[in-house]
């Protein structure tokens, strides 16, 4: 049984100037039915607001389906917008190439739909081969739509035909005089392969140093960054030197960014430069346009549980 008090007017003692008309009688309810067909019109638990009036519970359930339906609709332009943005990524990201000097193959893997990482191979004239790789820090739109603004600058670079060194530090230039607001940072390396001279001459700011495996496995090198990472400070880089290593048939080059390397078993001992390194060794008889694949493989096996960041891994073979 349900007591409840309703209010009323008597119209009569509206009209009358001595008494201001409101007066409150018990109501007793004895169908428990009616409660529930007035659950039934409305989401909210009106049983803790009997007072509440019938129209008022409809125009807060309308209300309510509204913001459902405006929060859906936002939902679904966030999507659309986070999807173009993967997109615009992917798009950027160089595609495999054979040329008779030398081949190139890239994968890349992100947790998040839009990433980080980011890499072009492009060619100033006929003889002069570039790479670059960057990370930028954190995950998501910001670091992607980062990556991709960055883009055009490192492509411009390249046409222009600039030493590594100089591409770092023209990089690290547009970063701190108009991105340093937004607090992102970024490991990168450059690497410009002379195809005539059979050289490779590199500049890096904090980027994983790539791997030089000699033809067969028969040694490997690590290409150290010499600089800090980008964004960091305007001047820091202006004195640091490029360096130069002589290639032969057969070299090959595995770039690539800190999810590989970073990998944890399930003791929590990540593969580390070493690891990566024994892996391009035992891929060095597969075919080059097989050995991402095999990379990736390897670095599943040792790995413990979901990843934890984004992974490219770009490879070049002297032909």
Not at 235 to 242: Q, R, T, V, Y
Not at 299 to 319: C, I, M, N, Y
Request: with cysteine; net charge negative.
């Amino acid at each position: 049984m349900f007591v409840g008090r309703i209010s009323w007017r008597n119209n009569t003692m509206r009209e009358s100037a001595s008494e201001n008309a409101e007066q409150q009688v018990p109501v007793v309810r004895d169908e428990p039915e009616e409660l529930a067909a007035a659950g039934q019109r409305t989401d909210f638990a009106t049983n803790s607001a009997p007072n509440v009036p019938g129209d008022e519970i409809e125009i807060l359930r309308r209300r309510v389906l509204e913001l459902e339906q405006t929060l859906a609709n936002t939902r679904e332009r966030l999507e659309w917008k986070r999807q173009l943005a993967a997109q615009v990524q992917r798009s950027l990201m160089p595609n495999p190439f054979r040329d008779p000097r030398i081949w190139v193959d890239v994968r890349y893997e992100s947790i998040d739909d839009v990433g980080g990482d980011y890499c072009q191979v492009r060619f100033s004239d006929r003889n002069r081969l570039y790479f670059t790789i960057s990370d930028v820090t954190g995950h998501g739109v910001g670091p992607a739509l980062l990556a991709a603004c960055l883009s055009s600058e490192i492509r411009y670079s390249i046409l222009y035909g600039r030493e590594p060194r100089e591409v770092v530090r023209s990089l690290n230039a547009v970063i701190c005089d108009h991105f340093s607001a937004t607090n992102l940072y970024l490991t990168f390396f450059v690497a410009c392969i002379d195809l005539d001279e059979r050289t490779i001459t590199w500049s890096g700011a904090g980027h994983p140093g790539p791997l030089l495996v000699r033809r067969r496995g028969e040694s490997v090198f690590t290409l150290d960054s010499q600089n800090p990472m980008i964004g960091i400070a305007r001047d820091i880089l202006a004195a640091k030197p490029d360096h130069t290593l002589p290639l032969e048939t057969g070299d090959r080059l595995f770039f690539y960014t800190d999810g590989l390397p970073e990998t944890c078993d399930a003791r929590g001992k990540r593969l580390e430069t070493a690891g990566l390194a024994d892996i391009a060794v035992r891929a060095a008889s597969r075919d080059l346009f097989e050995v991402a694949d095999f990379v990736f493989a390897q670095v599943a096996e040792h790995q413990h549980g979901p990843s934890t960041d984004d992974r490219t891994l770009l490879v070049a073979e002297l032909r």
